[in-house]
C-alpha cells in the first residue's frame, strides 16, 4: 500500500521560510520521480516542481527561484524549501510519486497560509 505523508505546513508571514516533508512508504523510492502541487479551494491542482529520481529538479515559473525541490533517499523523504513566501503561496500542498506513463500517488496534503 502506497502512502504519502506530508508535514511541515503552517502560517508564515510573508517574506518567511517553510519547509515541507513528505515521507513514502509502499513505493521503491529511490526509482520514483517525485513531485509538490498545491491546490487553492475550488481551482485545479496546479505543479509546483519535481525532481527526478536522480535528482534533476524542474520549477513552474511562479516558484522559481524561490523553491527548492531535494530527496533524501535513505529516508525516503522529498522536500519542499520555500523562501520569500508571498500571500499568492497559500494553498494545500500536495506531495506526489510519479510513476509514467500515468500512475500518480497522492499525498493527503498539507495547509500553507501566508500573511501578508
Known amino acids: 500500500q502506497v502512502q504519502l505523508v506530508e508535514s511541515g505546513g503552517g502560517l508564515v508571514q510573508a517574506g518567511g521560510f517553510l519547509r515541507l516533508s513528505c515521507v513514502a512508504s509502499?513505493?521503491?523510492?529511490?526509482?520514483?520521480?517525485m513531485g509538490w502541487y498545491r491546490q487553492a479551494p475550488g481551482k485545479e491542482r496546479e505543479l509546483v516542481g519535481t525532481i527526478t529520481s536522480n535528482g534533476i529538479t524542474y520549477y513552474e515559473d511562479s516558484v522559481k527561484g524561490r523553491f527548492t525541490i531535494s530527496r533524501d533517499n535513505p529516508k525516503n523523504t522529498v522536500y519542499l524549501d520555500m523562501n520569500s513566501l508571498k500571500p499568492e503561496d497559500t494553498d494545500v500542498y500536495y506531495c506526489?510519486?510519479?510513476?509514467?506513463?500515468?500512475?500518480?500517488?497522492w499525498g493527503q496534503g498539507t495547509q500553507v497560509t501566508v500573511s501578508s
Open positions: 506526489a510519486a510519479i510513476q509514467p506513463p500515468t500512475t500518480v500517488y
Open positions: 509502499g513505493i521503491i523510492f529511490r526509482l520514483n520521480n
